[in-house]
């Protein structure tokens, strides 16, 4: 493996999430379309619809081939809660950032629920040596999704 290519983030509001995503995390909108699932059954029951779903792609690099974050609006499916820390499966995803007490100052402000504040922790927990700290912080998206921040200390 080389690295990630992308994180996929089922959304119930594309609009809301958008503006969670782009506008105040700065990610940017690469690819916006409603596409045709029909290998996909619609989840409810009884739906006799093709389910269609509308994706935006978001990148925070501008590089060929940078790994980007898909958000996915499944509409006229049902959908239950997101995933918890302690629930099995993929929980949540992070960005190392360079900023992070600045943009969690900018998330407070916005009203974005924090599981966990910025705290400083251990580096060999994400690689680093026995002296080294990172700055790390746990916040959801419109949609309760997990998403972390890390920070390498210097």
Not at 53 to 71: G, K, M, N, S
Request: some cysteine; charged content about 25%.
């Amino acid at each position: 493996m080389r690295g990630v290519s992308h994180v996929a983030v089922g959304v119930r509001d594309m609009d809301k999430s958008l503006r969670f995503y782009r506008d105040l995390l700065g990610l940017r909108v690469v690819l916006d379309e409603v596409q045709d699932i029909g290998g996909i059954a619609a989840m409810r029951e009884g739906a006799a619809a093709r389910p269609s779903r509308r994706v935006v792609h978001l990148v925070w690099q501008d590089e060929d081939w940078a790994p980007f974050v898909v958000l996915s609006e499944f509409r006229g499916v049902e959908s239950g809660p997101p995933p918890k820390l302690n629930h099995v499966g993929v929980n949540h995803f992070a960005f190392w950032v360079d900023d992070l007490k600045d943009r969690a100052a900018k998330l407070e402000q916005s009203g974005v629920k924090f599981q966990l504040r910025p705290s400083e922790v251990a580096g060999p927990t994400y690689g680093g040596g026995k002296s080294d700290k990172v700055m790390t912080c746990i916040f959801e998206d419109p949609d309760g999704t997990l998403i972390q921040f890390d920070q390498r200390m210097q």
